[in-house]
C-alpha cells in the first residue's frame, strides 16, 4: 500500500512478493521502494469470532497502525524487545487488520500474534483452541491434505516447507509438518500425512524421520 495515505492498491498492490522478507518471511524494511513510491505492509491479520479481551503481541522497533471493529484503531510505537497492545471487543466478526508503517532496519517488527488474554499462558506451546481440540474428539484419524496445501502443491524440497516459526501458517505452502504432529499427539489421534506430488526423495525422508522421532509411537501414520 503507498505510504503517502492514498490508499492506492490498499488490498492487492502486487507487490507483496517484493517486500524484504527474512527467513521466517517477516518484512525485514518498512516503507520499501517499488516504481519510486514507498510502499508499506497492510494485512488482515484475523476474525475476532469470540467476544473479550485480545493482546497483541509484537517485537521490535517501529510503528504500527492497528486496527480492529468499526473504527476501532491505535497508533503504536514499538520501542522495542517484546511489547503487548490490549483492547476488548463485545461483538464478534469483526476483522483485526495490522499495517506496519515504519521498521528499524537491526530490530525490525516480527513474531506478532494476537491471543485471548485466558490462553496467554499456553499460546505459545499449545497453539489449538480448546474449542478446535474438542470438536476433533469423535475422529480416530486426522488427514491433513488441505492444512498441507495438497492440491497443486509447489513444493519439492524440504527446505522450502513451513516451519513452526514462520509469520503464517496460511500460506501456499500448508501448514508445518511439526504442527500436524503435535494435534495428533495432544488428541492422541492417528495420522494421514500426504506427500506433494512434486516433491523429491529428501523430503520424503525427511518428512518420515520427523515423523518417527516426534509422533508418539503407538499413533499410526497413513
Known sequence: RNLDGSGAWAWDSGYSSLIPVDTNGWPTVVPFMVNGTNQMVHTILVYLDEPGTYNLIYQGTGNLLFGWSPGSTANLTATGGVQTFSFTVTATNYSAWLEIHGSAANDYLRNIHLVLTNHLATYATQPFHPQFLQRLQPFRCLRFMDWGAMNGSPLVSSTNRTTPG???????????????????????????????????????QQTAQLLRDNLIPYLKIY
Open 166 to 204: 514462520y509469520y503464517t501458517q496460511a500460506n501456499p505452502n500448508g501448514v508445518a509438518l511439526e504442527h500436524m504432529i503435535q494435534l495428533c499427539n495432544t488428541l492422541q489421534k492417528d495420522a494421514w500425512i500426504c506427500i506433494p506430488h512434486l516433491a523429491d526423495d529428501n523430503y520424503v
